[in-house]
């Protein structure tokens, strides 16, 4: 007869069959990238329970008969499935598994216990997989195995008859059963590694998206046939595509890559899909598809393009070869869309605002400074590789601080909407320059309305001019206080403090290529309010502040 460590042995022989089968299921692209999202189809949802749900009738046809009983790894195959993949997995998996070890025994002594500890299993589990944290589930897997074999042994206890031969069982399986399930802990780890791996493919892709952007940023000072063009061309380059190209609503505008000769630019969108999307604004994916023209082409991937929530055009991504538009791929296309979208706005308003040839005020108002956005993008392309998290926050502040910026008109807003503005430029910096710059806010409740752009100048002149001129960390104050009869908003820094020749030259409206910034919003300010800015040296130090008046109900 079978020791305990013997059948504890042969427990982690076929949990390591699991593990073994496991590991190369993983290594299969298709299966591996199903594992890698955070949502799962509902094919894929039954594929991954059907696996479990093998795994688990596996574990009972190979188990130990001991005394009438079965030694086997059905509850480590149903917690495992739980627990990954969720309730849906868990809990089907657990009913199915337990109905067959019921009915491939009826009236065993251990049939109806198994039965319901198969059922609890798929429960527990996929509680852990909605409540318990990633990193905790190995170990709260272990627990919840354990558990549910104790849980079988008291009900062999008490369910057995006679009683004697339920402790005869439980005697002697009870210690491989429950020390057998510190296999769950080994299942769940190998594919939370390959889980693991997507926050890495997705730093990468995001890498991608912004080097691309900047390598195609110069091309959008002005779009044309030609600057289109060579910014397909490098989309098409750097992610290895067959082919690429960019639409209207109506027209194709650019198409470089294979095929190339069958398209003729500025003709009429023919693509049934090409409309489909324009018409849905959905990203439209086929990884087996002939293309009407290119029928060589079979993957094919249509984003489109949004300005102000309206659709304004399509980027096609085309593969030669089927099944290459990957998850990774189209979280990487995506992102790319969405900043190509946002440069094509940024390039049509610049264009417009050129062709209108809007006063020196209002261009000022719209310009985005081209420096400060190639190091934005590429402090965000530095942090995808230590934390994807923050990278994705901080493109939503860039691209929130460049829209600012384009919708920006002579009308007053909201002083909270400039805040917003404010906020989405402090946390670029703050990614820039890091512990040496800290931010502090000290808003009152307000109700006014102010010019664009008044606040956010001040702050930059405050880091760039204030605290990057000191060695050590420094902090920037950003204040709006309710002051009874008016308003006083004002921006003070722990820097080196402004010098005395920049305050004359200010008063006397005499600016140099450097002050700029800070001589606009003087002027504006003035023009506005009757009184420009209020400038005080402080030690350390500077405090930039203007007052606006309340109206008088």
């Not at 299942?187 to 939370?192: E, N, S």
Request: glycine share 6%; proline share 3%.
């Amino acid at each position: 007869m079978n020791t305990s460590l013997e059948m504890l042995i042969h427990l982690f022989e076929r949990a390591a069959l699991l593990l073994i089968c496991l590991f190369f299921m993983i290594r299969v692209p298709r299966f591996k990238e199903s594992l890698q999202k955070d949502r799962h189809s509902l094919i894929e949802r039954v594929v991954i329970t059907l696996v479990f749900c093998l795994f688990a009738i596996f574990g009972t046809y190979s188990g130990i008969k001991v005394e009438g009983s079965l030694v086997n790894v059905r509850i480590i195959a149903i917690v495992s499935g739980g627990i990954l993949f969720g309730p849906w997995v868990g809990i089907i998996t657990g009913i199915v598994s337990g109905v067959h070890r019921y009915l491939i025994d009826i009236g065993g002594i251990t049939s109806i216990p198994c039965l319901i500890s198969s059922i609890i299993a798929g429960i527990v589990s996929g509680y852990i997989n909605r409540r318990v944290k990633r990193s905790l589930r190995w170990i709260y897997g272990i627990a919840a195995g354990m558990f549910c074999e104790v849980l079988t042994m008291l009900l062999i206890l008490a369910m057995a008859e006679p009683f004697e031969l339920g402790l005869d069982i439980v005697s002697k399986i009870a210690f491989p059963m429950i020390a057998g399930e510190v296999n769950i802990g080994l299942i769940v780890l190998l594919v939370m590694s390959v889980e693991g791996e997507k926050e890495g493919i997705a730093a990468r892709q995001a890498k991608l998206a912004l080097d691309i952007a900047n390598k195609t940023l110069p091309y959008f000072r002005s779009v044309n046939s030609d600057s289109l063009r060579k910014i397909c061309s490098i989309i098409k380059n750097d992610i290895k595509a067959d082919a690429v190209a960019i639409t209207d609503t109506h027209n194709v505008l650019a198409y470089v890559g294979f095929g190339e000769e069958r398209y003729v630019i500025g003709e009429e969108i023919i693509s049934d899909l090409s409309k489909e999307a324009i018409q849905s604004g959905k990203i439209i994916i086929r990884n087996q598809i002939a293309d009407q023209n290119t029928p060589q082409i079979h993957s094919l991937l249509i984003m489109p393009f949004e300005e102000r929530g309206e659709v304004t055009g399509t980027l096609k991504i085309y593969y030669r070869k089927a099944y290459k538009m990957t998850y990774s791929l189209q979280t990487m296309a995506i992102g790319l869309s969405q900043i190509i979208s946002t440069l094509m706005e940024i390039s049509r308003i610049e264009q417009i605002k050129e062709a209108a040839n809007k006063a020196e005020l209002k261009a000022l108002q719209t310009t985005i400074n081209p420096h400060f956005l190639f190091n934005a993008l590429n402090a965000i392309a530095s942090t995808t590789r230590k934390n994807p998290e923050k990278a994705r926050e901080l493109i939503i502040n860039l691209s929130g601080y460049m829209r600012y910026n384009l919708e920006v008109s002579d009308e007053l807003i909201d002083i909270h909407k400039e805040l917003e503005q404010v906020r989405d430029y402090v946390e670029i910096e703050k990614a820039r320059f890091g512990s040496r710059l800290r931010v502090e806010y000290e808003i009152d409740e307000v109700n006014v309305r102010t010019p664009s752009l008044l606040i956010q100048p001040l702050v930059e002149n405050a880091i760039i001019h204030g605290i990057l001129k000191t060695k050590g960390p420094g902090i920037v104050t950003i204040a709006v206080k309710d002051l009874e009869d008016r308003i006083r908003i004002s921006v003070k820094d722990t820097g080196t403090g402004i010098s005395e020749e920049v305050i004359k030259n200010l008063q006397h409206d005499y600016v140099p290529a450097k002050q700029i910034g800070l001589y606009n919003v003087h002027q504006r300010v003035k023009l506005i309010y009757g009184q420009g800015l209020v400038i005080h040296r402080l030690s350390p130090g500077t405090e930039v502040s203007f007052d606006i008046v309340k109206e008088k109900i």
